[in-house]
C-alpha cells in the first residue's frame, strides 16, 4: 500500500498529444464527502467514474468535528436517515460564551429533531465517507484507493485532461477531472484557480480529541436519552486568539476541540492543545469531560474565507469542489462544511455530465457548476454569512465580548442586597467600560451582527 502525499512538488505535466479516448468520462480526485457526492452524481446519471482516494479506505485521513447536517442528502440518497451510519441525532444545541471562569449558554433543544427526517446528527468520519462512497460505487464508479493524484495531465493549451498518480502505470485520463482534495489542494492550486496572495490568512487548525465515556454516563451528564446528541459551539476558549470551540456528543465518547486562525496562532506562540488542554479544564466543560480515555487525537487545516474568497470553480476539463474550493462555513454557531462539501460534488458532478453530454468541457462548458451553486444553498449561504467569519474572529468579539456578555449575565442573575438591583442599561455602561469596549462601535458591531446574519 502507498501512503505518500501529493505535495507542494506536484507539477502539471504536459501532453504533446491531447490523449486519444480517455480512461473514464469523470474522474474524481479525493474520496470525502465532496468526492464521493461527485462520484455518485455523474455514475448515476451514466458516466463512467474513477474516484481516487489517497488513503487505503475513504475516511481513514479525514478528520471533523462530529456534526453532519443530512438535509442535502434528501436527493441523492432519499431516506438516508434509515442507512446513514450515525451516533447521534443532534436534538440539543448549544453557543457557550465563556471567560476564564465565567460561561453563559444559550441551550435550545427540539424533540422534532431526534425524529424523521431529522435536522443534524453526530457521526464518525470513518464511518460516514465509507458509507457515501460506497453509494458512488455502487452507482457504477470505481474506487481506486491508496493512490495520490500527484499532479494534472494537461494539453499545451492548458486543458487538464487528467491526473498522474504515484502509482507505476498510474497516468488516469478522463473528459473532466473533479478536484475533491480537500483544503490543500494541490490540483486546484497547480491549475492556477486560487489566488496566488497568501493563503494561509484565511485558514484555520482545527485539533480535537475523542474521549471514551460510559452510553449512560455521556446521557447523565448532558441530559440525553436514547440516541439523542447534543452539540455545543463555543466563543472565548482560545486565550484572544481568533477561533472558538465545540463539544459534541457520540454514543460512547465525545469529541471536544478548538479551532484558530492560523496567523493568531503563530503570534501568540501558544501550542493549539495548551488550548485544548484550557478547554477541558474550564469549570462548564470539565463535568462533562471528566474520566474521558483519549481515544483520539487529530489535527487538520479549515478554510474560513468564506464567499469574498472564493477560488475560481472551474477551468478547462476541471472543477473543484468542497474544501478544495474553500467551501466550509465557520461562523460561531455553525462549523459546517461536509454538507456544503456533500452540495459542493453533486453539482459539480451533475455540470460535468451536462458538459460532456454538450460536447463541451471547456471553462465556459463548465460555467454551469457555479450557476447551480449559486442558486442552491451551497453559495447562497456563503454569500449571505459572507461578513460573519470576519465579524467572529475579529479582535473585539474574540477578547473583549465574551468577557462582556459574561459580566452582563453575573450582573443580572447575581442577587446583591440590600443594594437594589441595577437596570440593563447601567449594567451594561458598567461591562463596556470595563472591558474598554466603545459604545459606538458595539452598536457598530451589533448591526453588522444583524445585516450578516439577518
Ligand atoms: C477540527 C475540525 C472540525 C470540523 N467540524 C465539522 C463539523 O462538525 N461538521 C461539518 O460539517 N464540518 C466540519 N469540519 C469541516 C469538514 O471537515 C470539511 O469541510 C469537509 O470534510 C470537507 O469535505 P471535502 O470532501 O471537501 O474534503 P475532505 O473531507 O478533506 O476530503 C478530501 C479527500 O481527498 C483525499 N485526498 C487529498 N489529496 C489527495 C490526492 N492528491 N490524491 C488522492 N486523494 C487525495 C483525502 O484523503 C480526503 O479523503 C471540521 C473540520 C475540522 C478540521
Given at each position: 500500500?502507498?501512503?505518500?502525499?501529493?505535495?507542494?512538488?506536484?507539477?502539471?505535466?504536459?501532453?504533446?498529444?491531447?490523449?486519444?479516448?480517455?480512461?473514464?468520462?469523470?474522474?474524481?480526485?479525493?474520496?470525502?464527502?465532496?468526492?464521493?457526492?461527485?462520484?455518485?452524481?455523474?455514475?448515476?446519471?451514466?458516466?463512467?467514474?474513477?474516484?481516487?482516494?489517497?488513503?487505503?479506505?475513504?475516511?481513514?485521513?479525514?478528520?471533523?468535528?462530529?456534526?453532519?447536517?443530512?438535509?442535502?442528502?434528501?436527493?441523492?440518497?432519499?431516506?438516508?436517515?434509515?442507512?446513514?451510519?450515525?451516533?447521534?441525532?443532534?436534538?440539543?444545541?448549544?453557543?457557550?460564551?465563556?471567560?476564564?471562569?465565567?460561561?453563559?449558554?444559550?441551550?435550545?433543544?427540539?424533540?422534532?429533531?431526534?425524529?424523521?427526517?431529522?435536522?443534524?446528527?453526530?457521526?464518525?468520519?470513518?464511518?460516514?465517507?465509507?458509507?457515501?462512497?460506497?453509494?458512488?460505487?455502487?452507482?457504477?464508479?470505481?474506487?481506486?484507493?491508496?493512490?495520490?493524484?500527484?499532479?494534472?495531465?494537461?494539453?499545451?493549451?492548458?486543458?487538464?485532461?487528467?491526473?498522474?498518480?504515484?502509482?507505476?502505470?498510474?497516468?488516469?485520463?478522463?473528459?473532466?477531472?473533479?478536484?475533491?482534495?480537500?483544503?490543500?489542494?494541490?490540483?486546484?492550486?497547480?491549475?492556477?484557480?486560487?489566488?496566488?496572495?497568501?493563503?494561509?490568512?484565511?485558514?484555520?487548525?482545527?485539533?480535537?480529541?475523542?474521549?471514551?465515556?460510559?452510553?449512560?454516563?455521556?446521557?447523565?451528564?448532558?441530559?440525553?436519552?436514547?440516541?439523542?446528541?447534543?452539540?455545543?459551539?463555543?466563543?472565548?476558549?482560545?486565550?484572544?486568539?481568533?477561533?472558538?470551540?465545540?463539544?459534541?456528543?457520540?454514543?460512547?465518547?465525545?469529541?471536544?476541540?478548538?479551532?484558530?486562525?492560523?496567523?493568531?496562532?503563530?503570534?501568540?506562540?501558544?501550542?493549539?492543545?495548551?488550548?485544548?488542554?484550557?478547554?477541558?479544564?474550564?469549570?462548564?466543560?470539565?463535568?462533562?469531560?471528566?474520566?474521558?480515555?483519549?481515544?483520539?487525537?487529530?489535527?487538520?487545516?479549515?478554510?474560513?474565507?468564506?464567499?469574498?474568497?472564493?477560488?475560481?470553480?472551474?477551468?478547462?476539463?476541471?472543477?473543484?469542489?468542497?474544501?478544495?474550493?474553500?467551501?466550509?462555513?465557520?461562523?460561531?454557531?455553525?462549523?459546517?462544511?461536509?454538507?456544503?462539501?456533500?452540495?459542493?460534488?453533486?453539482?459539480?458532478?451533475?455540470?460535468?455530465?451536462?458538459?460532456?453530454?454538450?460536447?463541451?468541457?471547456?471553462?465556459?462548458?463548465?460555467?454551469?457548476?457555479?450557476?447551480?451553486?449559486?442558486?442552491?444553498?451551497?453559495l447562497a449561504d456563503h454569500r449571505k454569512l459572507r461578513k460573519v467569519p470576519g465579524l467572529v474572529l475579529s479582535e473585539r468579539m474574540q477578547r473583549q465580548y465574551p468577557g462582556l456578555i459574561c459580566d452582563l449575565a453575573e450582573g443580572l442573575f447575581e442577587v446583591d442586597n440590600p443594594r437594589p438591583k441595577p437596570g440593563l442599561r447601567r449594567l451594561l455602561r458598567?461591562?463596556?467600560?470595563?472591558?474598554?469596549?466603545?459604545?459606538?462601535?458595539?452598536?457598530?458591531d451589533a448591526i453588522t451582527g444583524m445585516r450578516a446574519f439577518g
Amino acid at each position: 500500500m502507498t501512503d505518500t502525499y501529493a505535495g507542494p512538488s506536484s507539477a502539471s505535466v504536459l501532453l504533446q498529444q491531447p490523449p486519444g479516448k480517455p480512461d473514464f468520462d469523470v474522474l474524481v480526485v479525493g474520496a470525502g464527502p465532496a468526492g464521493s457526492a461527485a462520484a455518485l452524481a455523474a455514475a448515476r446519471a451514466g458516466c463512467s467514474v474513477a474516484l481516487l482516494e489517497r488513503g487505503p479506505f475513504p475516511g481513514s485521513k479525514n478528520v471533523y468535528g462530529g456534526v453532519v447536517y443530512g438535509r442535502v442528502l434528501d436527493e441523492l440518497v432519499p431516506q438516508w436517515w434509515e442507512e446513514m451510519p450515525v451516533e447521534r441525532w443532534v436534538t440539543r444545541r448549544s453557543t457557550m460564551v465563556m471567560t476564564a471562569d465565567q460561561a453563559l449558554t444559550v441551550d435550545f433543544r427540539s424533540q422534532r429533531w431526534g425524529t424523521a427526517p431529522y435536522n443534524g446528527a453526530t457521526a464518525h468520519r470513518a464511518d460516514l465517507d465509507g458509507w457515501l462512497a460506497g453509494h458512488a460505487v455502487a452507482a457504477g464508479a470505481v474506487l481506486v484507493p491508496a493512490t495520490v493524484a500527484t499532479g494534472l495531465l494537461r494539453t499545451t493549451a492548458g486543458t487538464v485532461v487528467g491526473v498522474r498518480t504515484d502509482r507505476p502505470d498510474g497516468d488516469l485520463t478522463a473528459r473532466v477531472v473533479i478536484a475533491c482534495d480537500g483544503v490543500n489542494s494541490f490540483l486546484a492550486k497547480e491549475a492556477g484557480l486560487h489566488p496566488k496572495q497568501d493563503t494561509a490568512r484565511h485558514l484555520t487548525l482545527g485539533v480535537k480529541e475523542t474521549l471514551a465515556l460510559p452510553r449512560e454516563v455521556i446521557e447523565q451528564r448532558f441530559g440525553l436519552t436514547g440516541r439523542d446528541g447534543q452539540d455545543i459551539e463555543i466563543l472565548g476558549c482560545t486565550r484572544g486568539i481568533p477561533g472558538g470551540g465545540f463539544l459534541y456528543t457520540n454514543l460512547e465518547s465525545v469529541s471536544l476541540g478548538v479551532v484558530v486562525g492560523l496567523p493568531g496562532l503563530a503570534t501568540a506562540k501558544v501550542r493549539p492543545e495548551e488550548l485544548l488542554a484550557d478547554l477541558k479544564a474550564h469549570p462548564a466543560i470539565a463535568p462533562l469531560v471528566r474520566g474521558g480515555r483519549q481515544v483520539e487525537y487529530a489535527a487538520h487545516l479549515i478554510p474560513e474565507g468564506g464567499y469574498d474568497h472564493l477560488p475560481e470553480l472551474a477551468g478547462d476539463g476541471l472543477l473543484v469542489a468542497g474544501d478544495a474550493a474553500g467551501m466550509c462555513l465557520a461562523a460561531g454557531i455553525w462549523l459546517e462544511g461536509v454538507n456544503f462539501a456533500i452540495g459542493a460534488g453533486m453539482y459539480a458532478g451533475r455540470a460535468a455530465v451536462a458538459a460532456i453530454g454538450a460536447g463541451d468541457t471547456s471553462q465556459a462548458g463548465l460555467a454551469g457548476y457555479r450557476r447551480a451553486l449559486e442558486k442552491s444553498f451551497v453559495l447562497a449561504d456563503h454569500r449571505k454569512l459572507r461578513k460573519v467569519p470576519g465579524l467572529v474572529l475579529s479582535e473585539r468579539m474574540q477578547r473583549q465580548y465574551p468577557g462582556l456578555i459574561c459580566d452582563l449575565a453575573e450582573g443580572l442573575f447575581e442577587v446583591d442586597n440590600p443594594r437594589p438591583k441595577p437596570g440593563l442599561r447601567r449594567l451594561l455602561r458598567t461591562a463596556v467600560r470595563r472591558h474598554g469596549v466603545s459604545p459606538r462601535r458595539l452598536l457598530a458591531d451589533a448591526i453588522t451582527g444583524m445585516r450578516a446574519f439577518g
